[in-house]
């Protein structure tokens, strides 16, 4: 073909009856045709002339003309591709190329002039145009729906008889398989169907089959260039066909590339491109048309395993996104749209988005979903995954979702401009996470427990978040920075706040402890405020943690809380030893527990000894695969387990090692304690939560009797089981969760307090020790996370700002 520019008629597109007859009034003339979407861009196609352009009327309703086919090798369109990624390219297609295409399905679907076909695809679409010219060619009828795809309708003319056949892309027809009492006994007047090209599992070819039990299914797969390359005969397929794009039929011939890339070439098989600098050729020497799809051949048979530029490639091990988002469709409820897009990551080369049409609360379940899809492929993605939900997936006419569009969106929400923005300056969210993780590489993606976050943090965070930005959702640790800022301002400004259970028990038996300790009050003759502060780590653990360690496999998360709290406890236990001159070993080892108090010399911190070494089992007992997959698939069960076999545990060693001497100042004595607050953590419905009340009765009656501390330990634990939070007033929120959020400083420095008070007043001041207790060890609190950061600053500009520092930032 040898010209300079290609004179050729335009056509706005418009899915009309009116449309395909000027389609086939062009074609009759011989005369080119290109697709627009208005006069303007008509006038600005580059290497095309236009003579004119033709608006079509509306018109919807049957289409009953018959038009033979050209097999003339003259130019017949321009085709755009659908601009999925990149631009859409100028596709110059023959009379000859769309004549074979026809031919091919025709006697692929075996059509006859019986067929009265419910098109559900637009006409502008080359697979809509293709329906209504197969259709044509046959003598059979068409039908162009008023209203798109509409399911009620077709159910309706199925009924009637007025359809035997229909076509559609699985977009479409997923829809029909969410409602399959729609089509119902209907379904049996099917004939003929033609699925389109877009990726569909083998079980919704099997649903479709069932629906439509008599027709001729058959699903293909092509592209703008080259289409209906293969042919599934879905109605007849073996189930492990089910999962291939059929077989190459006619004179089309498919081929596999080095690099697995499908190759095509038939007479179907466009061979130009067009541009402002005229035609180029798409096929090789040999006629090879080289596509940009992946594919693996087997029984003859083509299996489609995405395109190479969706293909993710996250640490080295390639993801297809279809095969991704069919694994993750599965766990779902029927309806629910997601897409799967890859993103940069720093670490992993690729990282994966799942888009989800929902709210920031519909996420959760998703990336758990996509978190397990992606490890039985091989791929621990930890950070690397990001789910957002969207409010609608970005989509061209046939329903083939832009992936690039979604990657484009995800980056620019996700990676605001920071310009301007001082260094330290919580201006989004994003910047309070990095605030609040200090050291850590906090991406957009990243969540509260996907970077470690625990109980205390969890408070520290909240009030942090609320001061700044308003209420948080319920579920708001497992929704990424992204996911929250997208949030912001979605819900009415109020002065009163959510004032969770675990937050309130954890402050008043903070205060319970330090008030004994002063003699202020005695809550409790038989005490229990410590092992309800132990059970409440365990809450934490299973909370916050264990959902992280099961999805990555790493205890990364239990390791930073020990680090937390070793370090406030060893500088606490050094200044103290250094301000005394009673310097001892044992203690900045913290192992002093396991000694007689009374041979010790100084302050003891024997709860956080011991609440340390628990936490240390903790990552030891977590950090087997087999343990994670037990809590996994039968958390209660695993937790119930775990508190039998630690009770019993407490029972022999206390056999072989009487702990009397140490007030039973060991972990072993309160891990029964531990494990129950897993249990509370995992008792997610309510026949769970009265099994958990009744365990926590059973066991702290074993341990104390029908005693005070047996009362106070039931009832802290009723109501975290079924009180989840109590709606109060800010001011009262801040003052709790203040209280909660310092508990470890106000034990580490609660000791120091009633020295000093005792020395200023030279008398036992109890209520002055305990307030001052709490305020000092408040301000330390808050003084300690503002040096963490500071500190955290400096080493990154003295390393040139890499940002990598990691200094603890979990607690207990």
Same mark, same amino acid.
């Given at each position: ?57 509306? %018109? ?17 369109? #321009? ?12 596709? @110059? ?24 076909? /419910?098109? $559900? ?25 008023p ?6 309708e ?43 090209? =877009? ?9 479709? !089959? ?9 699903q ?9 390359s ?27 590339g080095?690099d ?22 798409? %096929? ?38 279809d ?6 469709r ?20 690729d990282?994966?988005?799942?888009? #989800? ?9 998703v ?45 620019? =929400? ?17 910047? @309070? ?24 943090? /969890? ?69 229990g405020a410590?092992?309800?502060?132990? +059970?409440?780590? $365990? ?5 916050? =943690? ?36 009673r ?5 900045l ?25 628990? @936490? ?19 958390p ?6 775990? +508190? ?6 407490? =029972?022999?060693?206390e ?7 140490? /007030? ?18 995992l ?9 958990? @009340? ?23 634990c ?39 008070? !005792?020395?200023?007043f ?51």
């Amino acid at each position: 073909m040898d010209f300079q520019k290609l004179e050729a008629t335009a056509v706005i597109r418009k899915n009309s009856i009116a449309f395909i007859e000027n389609v086939f009034a062009l074609n009759d003339a011989r005369r080119p045709f290109v697709m627009v979407n208005d006069a303007k861009e008509a006038s600005g196609l580059s290497g095309i002339v236009i003579d004119r352009c033709i608006t079509p009327a509306e %018109q919807s309703g049957w289409y009953t003309a018959r038009h033979p086919l050209i097999h003339d090798d003259l130019p017949a369109q #321009v085709s755009y591709t659908s601009g999925t990624e990149g631009q859409p390219k100028g596709v @110059l297609l023959t009379y000859a190329n769309l004549a074979d295409a026809a031919e091919r399905i025709i006697a692929e679907m075996q059509m006859t002039a019986e067929i009265r076909e /419910y098109v $559900g695809v637009p006409a502008t679409f080359s697979f809509g145009m293709g329906r209504y010219r197969a259709i044509s060619a046959v003598g059979g009828h068409a039908y162009l729906p008023p209203r798109g795809f509409d399911p009620l309708e077709l159910a309706r003319m199925l009924a009637a008889n007025q359809v035997n056949a229909l076509s559609a892309v699985p977009t479409l027809l997923r829809i029909l398989l969410d409602a399959p009492d729609l089509i119902g006994e209907a379904g049996k007047n099917l004939r003929w169907m033609e699925i389109g090209s =877009q990726h569909m599992t083998a079980d919704e070819k099997l649903r479709v !089959r069932t629906m439509f039990p008599n027709a001729l299914i058959v699903q293909h797969y092509g592209l703008t260039e080259a289409s209906r390359s293969t042919f599934l005969q879905v109605s007849s397929a073996s189930e492990s066909q089910l999962h291939s794009v059929g077989r190459p039929v006619g004179r089309t011939e498919i081929q596999l590339g080095a690099d697995c890339r499908i190759r095509i070439r038939g007479p179907h098989v466009a061979r130009w491109r067009i541009d402002a600098k005229g035609l180029h050729n798409l %096929q090789d020497a040999d006629g090879w048309l080289q596509t940009n799809d992946l594919g693996h051949m087997r029984d003859g048979c083509l299996f489609f395993d995405g395109r190479a530029d969706d293909l993710i490639n996250c640490g080295g091990v390639k993801v297809s996104p279809d095969l991704l988002e069919e694994r993750i469709r599965s766990g779902l409820e029927p309806g629910m749209q997601i897409a799967v897009a890859k993103v940069p990551d720093a670490q992993r080369g690729d990282g994966v988005l799942v888009a #989800v049409k929902a709210g920031p609360s519909g996420t959760a379940r998703v990336k758990e979903l996509a978190a397990a899809a992606l490890q039985s492929m091989g791929v621990v993605a930890g950070s690397a995954l990001h789910v957002m939900a969207v409010d609608a997936l970005p989509v061209t006419g046939t329903g083939k979702v832009k992936r690039s569009v979604l990657a484009e969106q995800f980056v620019s =929400q996700l990676t605001p401009d920071r310009s301007h923005v001082p260094t330290g300056e919580i201006s989004d969210v994003l910047s @309070l996470f990095r605030h609040e993780f200090p050291g850590q590489p906090v991406r957009p993606e990243d969540s509260f427990e996907s970077l470690g976050g625990d109980s205390l943090h /969890y408070i520290q965070f909240s009030l942090s978040f609320e001061q700044r930005f308003g209420q948080l959702p319920n579920n708001w640790p497992q929704l990424s920075a992204a996911e929250l800022q997208q949030g912001l301002g979605t819900t009415k400004k109020s002065n009163w706040r959510r004032l969770e259970s675990a937050t309130l028990t954890r402050a008043f038996f903070m205060i319970c402890i330090v008030a004994l300790h002063t003699d202020a009050f005695v809550y409790s003759s038989n005490w229990g405020a410590a092992y309800f502060l132990i +059970l409440l780590a $365990g809450y934490s653990v299973a909370r916050f =943690q264990l959902p992280e360690i099961i999805r990555t496999g790493s205890t990364r998360t239990l390791w930073g809380t020990i680090k937390y709290v070793a370090i406030p406890t060893l500088l606490m236990v050094a200044f103290l030893q250094g301000a005394t001159q009673r310097f001892e070993i044992l203690p900045l080892l913290l192992v002093s527990n396991y000694l007689d108090p009374r041979e010790l010399k100084g302050f003891i911190f024997y709860f956080s000894e011991f609440y340390l070494q628990l @936490l240390v089992l903790a990552a030891a007992f977590f950090s087997f695969s087999k343990v994670q997959d037990s809590f996994k698939s039968r958390p209660m069960l695993s937790a119930l387990v775990l +508190l039998l076999a630690v009770a019993a545990l407490n =029972q022999i060693i206390e056999f072989f090692w009487d702990s009397t001497y140490n /007030y039973h100042r060991t972990p072993w004595n309160y891990a029964w304690a531990f494990a129950l607050g897993i249990v509370l953590a995992l008792a997610k419905d309510p026949s769970k939560r009265l099994l958990a @009340l009744f365990v926590a009765i059973a066991a702290v009656l074993l341990k104390w009797g029908a005693t005070s501390a047996a009362f106070y330990v039931a009832g802290g634990c009723a109501l975290v089981l079924f009180v989840e939070a109590f709606i109060v007033p800010i001011p009262i929120k801040v003052l709790v969760a203040e209280i909660a959020g310092a508990s470890l400083f106000i034990y580490l420095t609660h000791y120091v307090m009633i020295s000093v008070v !005792r020395k200023i007043f030279g008398v036992e001041k109890p209520w002055m020790a305990l307030i001052s207790s709490v305020i000092v060890g408040v301000a330390l609190a808050h003084l300690y996370a503002w040096t963490s950061r500071k500190l955290v600053r400096t080493i990154d500009e003295l390393r040139g700002g890499s940002g990598t520092t990691a200094l603890p930032r979990s607690s207990p």
